[in-house]
């Protein structure tokens, strides 16, 4: 996610384009910034590795979806930190090798989760250390990965933690043929990526599903994106969604975001998990 600030305008600019999606982004700030405090108790949280900052970028979608994978290799036994600004580099760099026509009316630095995927399949990706949030347009790409002695390129790199068709996108669009793969109608896809459509009620049932069977879920709507490590209840037993904000630490519940599961699944785009995850397994 970008700032409050930028958000807020973001969403004024959308009213005059898609009236109803600016109505649910800001119904989404409304549920990030609540007027009052609620007590938290969690029923499952998942490990993570450290909360990122994005700063003023729009790269919410790559932080969103690596923390996914940095957070399924931790339940592994496994530890990867990845850096969300080379995928940034990388979509700059794609946007200025294609004709894409719908790249460039859009914001260079907005897209999807699967967007992010494809970026890892199409350039790799580096780890957090030599490529981290503060790295600047003067900083080199980097060019391999060293890591426990070895050598990889970036793509040799990212297949070792994220193999290809590894994850499924999902969606819920109920105009729609359910069970098919849909563009998904927003305009951060410009790829024009295709996600599997399926009723709300599974689509919840898989994400829940997921979670108690220890996967986290990288969740997005028209206005932002995260990564959901958990569930909880507040003092009146309402559910929330725990989900892992790209905001830095200063923000309330040190980077963590509780968003009610009622808001969530009105407002979601889309979700990825693990082809593992979707099957229950």
């Not at 609540?34 to 949280?45: D, G, K, N, R, V």
Request: aromatic residues 8%; hydrophobic residues 40%.
């Amino acid at each position: 996610m970008t700032r409050r600030k930028k958000i807020v305008i973001t969403v004024i600019a959308t009213v005059f384009i898609l009236p109803i999606l600016a109505i649910a982004a800001i119904d989404i700030l409304a549920t990030l910034f609540p007027s009052s405090e609620h007590t938290y108790t969690h029923e499952l949280l998942l490990p993570m590795t450290p909360v990122k900052d994005q700063g003023d970028t729009e790269l919410c979608w790559a932080y969103a979806m690596l923390a996914t994978i940095e957070t399924e290799h931790l339940l592994r036994g496994d530890s990867v930190n990845l850096s969300p600004r080379y995928l940034g580099r990388m979509l700059k760099n794609y946007s200025l090798s294609t004709s894409h026509s719908s790249l460039a009316t859009q914001s260079r630095e907005r897209a999807m989760g699967q967007t992010a995927l494809n970026l890892l399949e199409r350039y790799g990706v580096v780890g957090y250390d030599v490529f981290p949030d503060d790295a600047t347009a003067q900083l080199p790409t980097p060019k391999n990965v060293f890591l426990l002695g070895a050598k990889y390129t970036p793509l040799e790199f990212a297949h070792s933690v994220c193999a290809p068709d590894e994850y499924i996108g999902l969606t819920s669009v109920p105009d729609s043929p359910y069970y098919q793969k849909i563009i998904v109608p927003i305009p951060d896809n410009w790829e024009h990526n295709r996600l599997l459509n399926i009723p709300i009620d599974s689509l919840r049932r898989h994400v829940n599903r997921a979670l108690h069977h220890r996967h986290p879920v990288c969740y997005e709507s028209p206005a932002h994106a995260m990564c959901i490590v958990g569930l909880a209840r507040d003092e009146e037993r309402r559910a929330y969604y725990v989900m892992k904000n790209s905001w830095g630490t200063r923000q309330p519940h040190d980077g963590l975001v509780y968003m009610p599961v009622r808001h969530a699944l009105r407002d979601v785009a889309a979700v990825y998990m693990t082809r593992e995850a979707y099957e229950g397994r």
